[in-house]
């Protein structure tokens, strides 16, 4: 984590010339790229490459959010918004 804010080097998307500071993200990012999105957002028809995304998703539209902090009570999405909140 600490190279996203250390580190001078950045990795480039072919297709739209973003730029990343992992490897990592701009794999992730290029599934956005991808034509074929066979997971559909039933609520406002956006495409996923992973069911997984979706259903992260959705969560976006319910508002719900199951992970929560054990000292504040501040409600997540993800485990990664969780631990970023934690560090701040």
Do not use: W
């Not at 790229?33 to 957002?41: A, D, G, R, T, Y």
């Not at 609520?43 to 929560?68: D, E, M, S, W």
Request: charged share 30%; glycine share 4%; net charge positive.
């Amino acid at each position: 984590h600490k190279l996203i804010h250390t580190s001078d080097k950045t990795y480039e998307c072919d297709m739209c010339n973003k730029k990343f500071k992992l490897p990592s993200l701009l794999k992730y990012h290029k599934l956005n790229h991808l034509e074929n999105k066979p997971f559909i957002c039933d609520l406002c028809g956006q495409g996923f490459v992973k069911n997984a995304f979706l259903r992260r998703h959705i969560f976006t539209h319910t508002g719900y959010k199951p992970y929560v902090c054990e000292i504040c009570e501040k409600r997540c999405i993800t485990k990664t918004e969780l631990k970023t909140h934690k560090l701040v």
